[in-house]
């Protein structure tokens, strides 16, 4: 157990109990707000995955000349 997580412990243990309530919604907020954060990064990468395209195009040249057909015409 690291010295930290010690010295928590010990002001834990000073808490009154009827004051311990409040001690655990601060815990809970904050382990929430981590997770969240991280739950939030993880659902934006998911989403621009979904964005990105696949490419399925090989013949960069044709797919080059159907742009330039379709804007600018013969």
Known sequence: MTTLRQSAIEELKRVPEDKLSFVIQIMQ????LF???QSEKKKAFEELE???K??????YNAELASYREEKYGS
């Not at 696949?54 to 013949?59: A, E, L, Q, R, V």
């Open 29 to 32: 907020g904050v382990n929430s």
């Open 35 to 37: 997770n969240d954060e």
């Open 50 to 52: 979904l964005l990105r």
């Open 54 to 59: 696949k490419g399925t195009m090989t013949d």
